[in-house]
Every structure is written in structure tokens, then in C-alpha cells.
């Protein structure tokens, strides 16, 4: 599996960058080689249960003066359903969905808003403080 970027954010709030190359959401933890190390080694080990969400990313910077659209574009392609998760901390993400099911540790979304850093974002249940399709 070729790696890919992500930024991981804890339910704490502390935030990672980095490559990863073993995420899968079925799995209870993964391997994250973080932006400062360098790709020295098969990474730090990460545990999703300790997690907010995992950003799949476009680059690690992103577009600090872009706002994030909360809706859909008119016509566009959707995989899913629509729907909007409120997090514990107060964050809104739009999107939609395939799978979501709360009794699973997680579920990925795709952000409503094609100029997004985000090409898609695994989210921890747990960090969920409210769910609804749109």
C-alpha cells in the first residue's frame, strides 16, 4: 500500500501530520511516520480509540483563508448520503457517507465542499456528539 498523507487529531486536541500506509477502520490502532521524523521507519503506533478523526489529506498545509463550505454544490457527484456530524469539541463536518453505523469505532465521510484539503475523513464514534443525514 502506497502511503498516504493524513493529519490525525487526538480527542484531546493534540494534532499529528504525517504518512501512513496500514489504516484500516477496522482496525484498533495504525502506524503513522510524522511529518517532522522523516520517513525513518515503520512510524509510531497510533491508537483510534485515543482519536477525534483521521484526515486524508490533500497536502499537510492546506488553504489557511479558505472556509469550509457546510453544504452541497448544486449537481455535484455523490457518493453516499448526506449527512452532518457534530464532534464532542464543537466541530462541524458535512458530507456524505457509506457506512455509517454507530455501533462500529468509525465511520469515513467524504466533505460536502470539493475545494477541501480533505479528500475524506475517518471518524472516531466516540468523538461524535451528535449524527443526522441531511
Do not use: C, W
Not at 498516504?4 to 501512513?20: D, E, H, P
Not at 496500514?22 to 515503520?42: C, R, W
Amino acid at each position: 500500500m502506497e502511503p498516504v498523507k493524513v493529519v490525525i487529531r487526538y480527542a484531546n486536541g493534540k494534532l499529528l501530520k504525517g504518512f501512513t500506509n496500514d489504516f484500516f477502520p477496522n482496525k484498533p490502532s495504525f502506524h503513522l511516520n510524522p511529518v517532522e521524523l522523516g520517513n525513518k521507519d515503520k512510524g509510531i503506533e497510533i491508537p483510534v480509540n485515543q482519536l477525534k478523526a483521521v484526515f486524508f489529506v490533500k497536502d499537510f498545509d492546506g488553504d489557511p483563508s479558505h472556509y469550509e463550505l457546510k453544504r452541497f454544490a448544486e449537481g455535484g457527484q455523490l457518493s453516499g448520503r448526506k449527512a452532518e456530524v457534530k464532534f464532542v469539541d464543537g466541530e462541524v463536518l458535512v458530507g456524505s457517507t457509506l457506512g455509517y453505523d454507530p455501533k462500529r469505532p468509525g465511520f469515513f465521510i467524504t466533505p460536502a465542499d470539493s475545494q477541501s484539503n480533505n479528500l475524506r475523513v475517518f471518524v472516531v464514534s466516540s468523538a461524535v456528539k451528535t449524527f443526522r443525514f441531511l
